[in-house]
Nanobody, 127 residues
């Protein structure tokens, strides 16, 4: 089993920054890939960024150039640095983990390949 706890969400004005964190615990052998997803009301979860144990990183097109995903392996903590935030970035952001590849997270229905999820943290960007 894997437990994931997100933090760092909040409200910010357009152009601002936020840093999300995801603390992982449990069976590290089941989380070779960790990822960030977002979900709006009535929508499926979509991948934002992911990193795997081979060091591969994948970003959604909307995140490229603005968001940076990183992981502190010693702390088993995943981060998402979000810069130049836009109102359309407003959503609930979830941390996920499983044994898969980073590129899978940002493909259509990539969320289906992740068994472990945190409770999410709200990001609200005002114009």
């Amino acid at each position: 089993q894997v437990q994931l706890v997100e933090s760092g969400g909040g409200s910010v004005q357009a152009g601002g920054s936020l840093r999300l964190s995801c603390a992982a615990s449990g069976n590290t052998h089941e989380m070779s890939c960790m990822a960030w997803f977002r979900q709006g009301t009535g929508k499926d979860r979509e991948g934002v960024a992911a990193i795997d144990s081979d060091g591969n990183i994948s970003y959604a097109d909307s995140a490229k150039g603005r968001f940076t995903v990183s992981k502190d392996n010693a702390k088993n903590t995943l981060y998402l640095q979000m810069n130049s935030l836009r109102p359309e970035d407003t959503d609930r952001y979830y941390c996920a983990a499983d044994n898969t590849l980073a590129v899978i997270a940002t493909t259509l229905h990539g969320n289906r390949f992740f068994r472990y999820w945190g409770q999410g943290t709200q990001v609200t960007v005002s114009s």
